[in-house]
């Protein structure tokens, strides 16, 4: 039995598609059958029920994938931790960051590049969701993200690094700058630019109320934070985003929303039970001392 052989099977378990398995792992369909065939003759059982339509696990299957799971983890954190005994200096990590994270890791990144540059940064950034998934399958080593509104599953654990809330961001010389705090009503007298679907500052707004429903006047929806700021900034729409999104952001305003329950808590998210590179651990602990996490934390005590 080969880890190979583990990680096809497991693949194909998730996708329980051989052509779509294949097409992930870089190698043809045939291949894929043929390990997989051969993983099969070695155990002296199936693991797929194939048909004309369908691929399912069989109960072997079944109660070999959290197995295969569990030896292809233990197998990279093997790797992992010997890669650090010889590699203190050197080597990858991988970072995954919603958009609204960005602003705030620059400081860290300049200090961190700085004192480490034989360790390269691979920085992704996705919606949480997208992240989450890429964390499950070890792309990324740790994941940057707000805390979500559902808990995910009991293999990802989330550690607090700062607290946060949703505001009316707009620019500095917009009417309504000068307010306090805006509510729902305040802002059905504006135009709206809006964070798209599943980006993590929607979610959080889609516990409050519905765009298309309420009577609000919305002009844009966009996908990406950065462009949505850009348009925030050279007009006068509103948007609603985190505080931390616009910190290097000049020439906008965040306004309080009131709305209840409005807090939002910055998180690191990791696999549970893995190995932990040492360069991920400097990186968070970099992070936590940033001057960037130090006025957020300030902000909100």
Known sequence: ???????YFVRTAETLNFSEAARSLYITQSTLSQQIKTLEDELGSPLFIRDSHNVTLTEC?????????????????????????QEIVTGTLNIGATFSFSPILKETIKKFTAEYPGVRLNITNRSMEELMEMLRRREVDFVLAFKPNVPYDDVI??????????????????????CSSLGVDDLKKHRLAIPAKGLQARNMIDKYFNFVDAGFNVSLEVNGVYSLLDVVENSNLLTILSDATIRDRHALKAIA???????????????????????AEVFVKMLRESLA????????A
């Open 157 to 178: 654990e989330s550690y607090v690094l700062f607290e946060d809330r949703l505001s009316v961001i707009m620019r500095k010389g917009h009417p309504l700058a000068e």
């Open 293 to 300: 996490l130090m006025e957020l934390s300030g902000k909100w």
């Open 257 to 279: 929303l009131d709305v209840p329950d409005n807090e939002m808590q910055g998180c690191v998210h990791i696999l549970k039970n893995t190995y932990q590179k040492r360069s």
């Open 1 to 7: 039995m080969e880890l190979r052989q583990l990680k």
């Open 61 to 85: 299957g079944e109660r070999m994938l959290p197995l295969a799971k569990q030896t292809l983890m233990d197998a990279e954190n093997c790797k992992s931790q010997i890669r650090d005994l």
